[in-house]
């Protein structure tokens, strides 16, 4: 019986001790949580702005070609014509290379970020 006794003491007088405990790991897990949140966050704004400002370039080339290839040709139909052909053309190159320039780099660089969170917990 001295042995309950001694382990019912034991939890008894560290109960506080372990609530503390348990209290601190929820509150570090709880602003680890944050901080991946936060930094994911970010980085999906910066995808964004960068797809958008990208989508903004390419119209305007578009234009520029369209404009470039019209005083070329005398004809706003066949200039923007012409522009449309390569844009169609990029189009199709992209997505036929979708894997080798997309895919593939942004499951690399999702890895690495991953792994690089882990390394560095600051």
């Known amino acids: 019986m ?3 006794e001694n382990l019912g003491s034991f939890f008894s007088e560290n109960k506080t001790l372990l609530k503390d405990y348990l209290e601190t ?5 709880r602003l680890q949580g944050i ?6 966050i970010g980085f999906l704004a910066w995808v964004f ?5 990208l989508v903004l370039v390419l119209i305007f080339t578009g234009l520029v070609l369209g404009f470039w290839f ?3 040709t005398g004809s706003y139909v066949a200039g923007f014509g012409i522009t449309t052909g390569i ?3 990029v189009i199709f190159l992209l997505t036929l290379f979708r894997r080798q320039l997309f895919v593939n780099p942004v499951i690399r660089g999702f890895i690495k970020h ?3 969170e882990e390394e560095d917990p600051a």
């Open 49 to 53: 702005i960068t797809v958008f400002l």
């Open 87 to 89: 844009l169609v053309l």
């Open 70 to 72: 019209s005083e070329l």
């Open 35 to 40: 901080r991946f949140a936060s930094r994911s």
């Open 25 to 29: 790991r929820l509150e570090i897990v």
């Open 114 to 116: 991953m792994a690089k």
């Open 2 to 4: 001295p042995e309950h």
